[in-house]
């Protein structure tokens, strides 16, 4: 079966998901059409108001190399199936390993049964936000190349011969590598009518350089590429990234960071990198906007949020060059679906327009919450036996029509500091103050880098951190960037994401010395 074009009809901001290759055929094997039926009959004879199916198979390929010898390898697939009931205004769940029509009878019985002991415990009535119905759909995501059909020892081999190029360097001591693919093939069908089969394909190299200064001193440089929505043409063709040239350039920036100096603290102009940035705009921007912790749940796992829903359409959040999309199309975003674990078409909406907080992300029952028409389709299950949960999608900052390239930027700062690639970060509770670390700050004197600095950390407020942008690059400076663990929700769950920036400047932004991230 082929993926093909799908189109959520009468959504503003919704766009045509990309056509794409073959869903395994493995997976469309199964009994999905049996399972579907055999599970939401049994939740209507058994009184639910509503019932949803999902099927999930998730296969997962891990590589991981030492100074270019195979150290660990690891593939497995995860299938099972679960059902999602509304039974008197509560929710139920129940998912089970086998996909048979006699477990997905189970399950929704177990599913129902859950929903009656919710509802006597008392629990919040659910309601959920209408969706059209979507019969018979089908999507992928764009891939070129199958990277499971891609032999071991074949994805091994050019893992091994990058770092081999990296370990040709004098300065470059030691390598990791490490390869991560991803194809998770789902099936969703509900009581209204909707049912979609759907495949998502990622890919995410990784090399770690180790180097090793004339007085001993050491220092570790990671490569910038993103995890990605594409095939094995990502590593073997380049396509989405230039890895000849990262790993060509690494060994000198890893030598520049050897003879980095201690930063001096103050207050600096930053110019922001994308391969920085994006981790600034996940955590400050993509978490703090989500409809679930604006309602005031997550609080006691990874915080809530200083954003209330009266702020939207009213809160200044940074100046008026911010302008903040979201969406679940992006051709190759990490977040980029069809339809959400909930049924709803994929779309994109504004969040931040010229800097005033314009939307949340919301699942079906948040967008209820807050008065919203329709969900905007942020619904997310780590795997079949997971719950469906609330969280961000693919959150952009959106780059000046006519911006200038990165040395522009650079070149109209006097007094500043370069940040590339992302390292650590921390977030208080409410997402309102927060400091993050990069992988290489560069110091800016005059417009021009003079050398490397160690231990920049720079620490902001958040709605005083985007009011200090002052200057945005244009779309030739743009590049999506992202994470492909971000874990939300108890127990926790992992999804992805995308985050694309342009480079931008930031104005008098706080700096401190960590005293630790400089050669030792």
């Known amino acids: 079966m082929t993926g093909t074009r799908v189109r959520a009809a009468g959504r503003p901001g919704t766009a045509d998901a990309a056509a794409g290759p073959a869903v395994d055929p493995a997976f469309l094997a199964l009994p999905l059409a049996e399972v579907a039926g055999a599970a939401l009959d049994r939740a209507r004879r058994l009184g639910a108001g509503h019932a ?9 390929r891990r590589l991981l190399l030492h100074d270019g010898r195979l150290r660990g390898s690891h593939d497995a697939t995860e299938l099972g199936l679960s059902v999602g009931v509304l039974h008197g205004g509560a929710r139920g769940f129940a998912a089970v390993p086998e996909v048979t029509p006699a477990a997905a009878a189970g399950a929704a019985e177990g599913a129902v049964a859950l929903a009656r002991v919710c509802r006597a415990a008392g629990a919040e009535p659910v309601e959920l936000a209408d969706e059209p119905v979507y019969a018979d759909r089908h999507w992928s995501s764009p891939c070129r190349t199958d990277p499971f059909g891609v032999p071991e020892r074949d994805a091994a081999a050019l893992l091994a011969g990058w ?4 370990l040709a360097a004098p300065v470059v001591a030691h390598v990791l590598a490490k390869l991560t693919a991803v194809r998770e093939s789902t099936y969703y069908a509900d009581t209204a009518g909707t049912s979609v089969v759907q495949q998502r ?3 995410h190299p990784q090399l770690l350089a180790v180097g090793v200064g004339s007085d001993g001193g050491t220092a570790t440089l990671r490569t910038l590429g993103p995890p990605t929505a594409r095939g094995w043409e990502y590593l073997a063709d380049g396509d989405g990234w230039d890895w000849s040239a990262e790993l060509a350039e690494l060994p000198e920036h890893l030598a520049g960071k050897l003879r980095a100096r201690p930063v001096r603290p103050g207050r600096y102009d930053l110019v922001m990198a994308p391969s920085h940035l994006w981790l600034t705009i996940h955590e400050s921007v993509g978490h703090a906007t989500e409809a679930d912790r604006a309602l005031g749940h997550e609080m006691s796992y990874a915080g809530g949020t200083f954003v209330t829903p009266a702020d939207v359409g009213s809160l200044r959040y940074g100046s008026e060059l911010m302008t903040v999309t979201a969406d679940r199309v992006d051709p190759h975003g990490l977040a980029t679906v069809g339809y959400d674990d909930e049924g709803v078409a994929a779309g994109s909406w504004p969040l931040v327009r010229d800097g005033v907080l314009t939307g949340l992300q919301t699942d079906r029952h948040t967008a209820l919450r807050l008065g919203a028409g329709r969900s905007t389709g942020c619904a997310y299950a780590e795997s079949a036996t997971h719950v469906p949960i609330s969280r961000l999608p693919n959150v952009s900052l959106a780059p000046a029509r006519d911006g200038p390239d990165t040395d522009a930027l650079v070149a109209g700062v006097a007094d500043g500091i370069l940040l590339v690639g992302s390292d650590s ?6 997402r309102r103050r927060f400091q993050f670390t990069p992988q290489r700050a ?3 004197r005059h417009g021009r880098l003079v050398g490397q600095l160690a231990g920049v950390a720079y620490q902001a407020e958040t709605t005083e951190f985007w009011g200090s942008l002052v200057a945005l690059g244009g779309p030739g400076t743009y590049h999506c960037f992202g994470a492909d663990l971000c874990g939300k929700g108890q127990p926790v769950q992992a999804a992805a994401a995308s985050h694309g920036s342009p480079a931008a400047v ?3 932004v706080r700096v401190i010395d960590t005293g630790g991230e400089g050669p030792r």
Do not use: Y
């Not at 949803?52 to 997962?60: C, I, L, S």
């Not at 770092?163 to 990296?166: A, K, Q, V």
């Open 163 to 166: 770092s081999r190029g990296l």
């Open 425 to 430: 970060w921390s977030i208080d509770t409410r």
């Open 506 to 508: 930031f104005r008098g």
């Open 201 to 203: 394909v990622r890919v």
């Open 442 to 444: 560069h110091r800016i």
């Open 52 to 60: 949803a199916v999902r099927v999930a198979r998730t296969r997962a």
